[in-house]
């Protein structure tokens, strides 16, 4: 059957391209066709813009192109093989393919979407999942003070998952107040502007203990560094963003005087048995709207727009957050 899918053949440029895949499902696969899809503001904006770590080395492969994106999709069975007996068609799955309209895959990496999530919220485990990274490297202590530095949708969703853990005061901040606004609809205790004062100059709000826990969502080398300095005296500093430049730090007085603890919380940090094992509480926090995402979702376009899709996460930051790709039904 012909099928039609994204994929960016260069620096900044997202076509649509056709192409096929079996009409029938061999053993152990299912064929789904796709409803909707989430944007990786983080992973897939640097592979578009080509500053992904890894483009000028010749053994990373995946930094290269032509590059065919997406990991965060919600779908319907609409065939299943022989030998699969629990996804039935019609049955409402999530699984991490790439943008297209149509997916064959394995059974065993499609799940079943629990009763309760909205089409419209299930992509968003994805995200959800990689923001588990921050407390699953370091958990976050009742009562602590956390700071967030960055409110993309891994950074909102960590503040989220940090307020749940029982943290005591959880802050957001960053450039753009439309993300701000949003961390505060999505339960953010207080929100640091950083175009209106530098952040050192909000910290005092935390009172004497300062920042305890402190996440770096953005992958920048400049708010590394902030998120180093800013960070209580025998505090941690979590480093969710995956970093895109290398940078120079001042490791005597930002880590070794002051006891800082710095945690790497790359997605693949926590091995595979304890994501599975989370999966059902974190589908949990979706389906009873402890994590809110519903503010973080600011567009639903046709999945033809991917490229005016990618350029407004580029270039309109102030506007573009969640911006979900939908498929025809037929």
């Not at 989220?160 to 505060?184: E, F, I, T, Y």
Request: hydrophobic fraction near 45%; charge should be negative; charged fraction near 20%.
């Amino acid at each position: 059957m012909k099928i039609q899918s994204l994929v960016f053949p260069g620096k900044d440029q997202c076509l649509v391209e056709a192409t096929t895949i079996p009409d029938n499902p061999g053993t152990g696969e299912v064929l789904i066709r796709n409803r909707l899809s989430l944007i990786s503001a983080g992973t897939e904006l640097a592979m578009f813009t080509e500053t992904h770590r890894g483009f000028a080395e010749a053994d990373f492969s995946y930094a290269s192109y032509p590059f065919r994106p997406g990991y965060a999709v919600v779908g319907e069975v609409v065939a299943a093989g022989d030998g699969v007996s629990d996804l039935a068609p019609g049955t409402r799955v999530f699984h991490r393919s790439r943008h297209a309209t149509h997916a064959l895959l394995s059974h065993d990496v499609v799940l079943p979407v629990p009763e309760g999530v909205p089409d419209s919220h299930v992509p968003f485990i994805a995200m959800l999942q990689i923001a588990m990274s921050a407390p699953r490297q370091a958990p976050v202590y009742f009562g602590e003070n956390v700071l967030v530095i960055g409110m993309g949708l891994v950074g909102n969703l960590c503040a989220q998952l940090c307020a749940s853990a029982g943290a005591g005061r959880v802050a957001a901040a960053d450039l753009a107040a439309p993300r701000l606004a949003q961390a505060l609809a999505c339960g953010a205790d207080v929100v640091f502007d950083l175009s209106e004062k530098p952040l050192a100059d909000w910290l005092p709000e935390f009172g004497p203990r300062g920042a305890n826990y402190v996440v770096e969502a953005v992958g920048s080398g400049p708010t590394i560094d902030l998120a180093l300095k800013a960070a209580a005296r025998h505090g941690r500093v979590v480093l969710l963003g995956s970093p895109r430049d290398k940078l120079e730090l001042d490791p005597y007085f930002d880590i070794h005087r002051t006891g800082v603890h710095v945690i790497g919380a790359h997605a693949s940090t926590v091995d595979a048995a304890t994501r599975e094992q989370d999966m059902p509480f974190l589908w949990s926090l979706l389906a009873t709207g402890r994590i809110n995402v519903e503010p973080l979702i600011s567009h639903v376009l046709p999945y033809t727009e991917g490229q005016k899709a990618y350029e407004g996460l580029r270039d309109r930051k102030d506007e573009f957050l969640g911006v979900l790709l939908e498929y025809p039904e037929d």
